[in-house]
Nanobody, 116 residues
Framework: QVQLVESGGGLVQPGGSLRLSCAAS????????IGWYRQAPGKQRELVAT???????NYEDSVKGRFTISRDNAKNTVYLQMNSLKPEDTAVYYC??????????WGQGTQVTVSS
């Protein structure tokens, strides 16, 4: 089955860290670049980080220097390491393809809440 499943969200204090995981089917992982998106309440979904099949990464300006996206080829998983978290990072985070396999229907995502 061609799918992606997000996990790893939670409640964290400002300045804290979380690592999100995006587990992909082998077909998606092998053929597709993957992006992490987020959607805050009342806002549109935005793309925050991407990684190509070759491991080339790109970041939205507000997360540069704080977030790191990476791929684990052995586990068919894409990670988003989030450090120095801010309240404005609060959102539901989703992953999806950005190249190769067409984007999948959006999953449930994983909630990240940054609050003291």
């Amino acid at each position: 089955q061609v799918q992606l499943v997000e996990s790893g969200g939670g409640l964290v204090q400002p300045g804290g860290s979380l690592r999100l995981s995006c587990a992909a089917s082998s077909l998606i992982f092998t053929l597709s670049g993957i992006g992490w998106y987020r959607q805050a309440p009342g806002k549109q979904r935005e793309l925050v980080a991407t990684v190509t099949t070759r491991g080339i990464t790109n970041y939205e300006d507000s997360v540069k220097g704080r977030f790191t996206i990476s791929r684990d080829n052995a586990k068919n998983t894409v990670y988003l390491q989030m450090n120095s978290l801010k309240p404005e990072d609060t959102a539901v985070y989703y992953c999806n393809t950005i190249s190769g396999i067409s984007p999948r229907p959006w999953g449930q995502g994983t909630q990240v809440t940054v609050s003291s």
